[in-house]
């Protein structure tokens, strides 16, 4: 139990749908992040919040809509999903922004059919 | 371009052995450090070792770097089967802001 919760575990979509991945942190944290693990690839760092405000877009294409309604929760939107789109989508948070120790959810597993 | 690199890509090993792995970068970081991801799991963070220490303990877990060469390593003493998972370094490039970038990983197998 590392404190950061992730649902759905798994998740699978057609490339119509629209759906959510939540991800809840109880570790008093004011910085979260989304990150998405594929198949032979390093970890990709998606988004970046801090204090609710989003610091970090790494060129993530408009189909991923991030929402930060405070600092313990963190959603990432889906729609128009491409099947390259399928991978782990792991959420993380620490103290602060910065070079801290990263606490990481049990991830999402997306499939887009 | 991708920061942290690990070495080797698998490694298989018997419980008991040593294992290490290494890991290389290519700009001067603020620290490194290194996870464990365990199959289709999150990653827990192991340690932490800042640009001015050379090596750190931690358990059976022992950490080197090496600035001059630009590579960190990992050893795991002792390992047991419970120890099998992926590993991956990360570090944090002085000019990466917020942006920890992490390396493909050592799928390390310990077999009973």
């Known amino acids: 139990e590392t404190g950061v919760t992730q649902t759905p575990r798994h998740l699978v979509m057609g490339m119509t749908n629209k759906k959510s991945l939540k991800c809840e942190q109880h570790?008093?944290?004011?910085?979260m992040y989304w990150y998405k693990q594929s198949a032979k690839k390093p970890l990709e760092l998606m988004f970046v919040?801090?204090?609710?405000?989003?610091?970090e877009n790494n060129s993530v294409p408009s189909r991923f809509s991030p929402e930060c309604p405070n600092s313990s929760h963190l959603f990432l939107h889906l729609h128009t999903l491409q099947p390259e789109d399928s991978a782990l989508y792991l959420c993380?948070?620490?103290?602060?922004?910065?070079?801290?120790?990263?606490?990481f959810g049990e991830g999402s597993r997306l499939t887009v059919l | 371009s991708q920061q942290g690199e690990e070495d080797p890509q698998a490694l298989s090993i018997q419980e008991g052995e040593n294992a290490t792995m290494n890991c290389s970068y290519k700009?001067?970081?603020?620290?490194l450090q290194w996870y464990r991801q365990n199959s289709g799991r999150g990653l827990v963070h192991l340690i932490l070792?800042?640009?001015?220490?050379r090596e750190k303990h931690s358990g059976r877990l022992r950490v080197t770097l090496d600035t001059s060469k630009k590579s960190s390593s990992l050893l795991i003493t002792a390992s047991r089967a419970a120890d099998t998972a992926s590993y991956f370094c990360?570090?944090?490039?002085?000019?990466?802001?917020?942006?920890?970038?992490f390396g493909e990983g050592t799928q390390l197998t310990v077999n009973p």
């Open positions: 993380a948070s620490s103290p602060g922004q910065g070079w801290e120790e990263l606490f």
């Open positions: 570790l008093g944290h004011n910085a």
């Open positions: 919040y801090n204090f609710k405000e989003q610091t």
């Open positions: 700009t001067s970081i603020n620290n």
């Open positions: 070792i800042r640009s001015n220490e």
């Open positions: 990360a570090t944090d490039g002085e000019t990466s802001g917020s942006r920890l970038t």
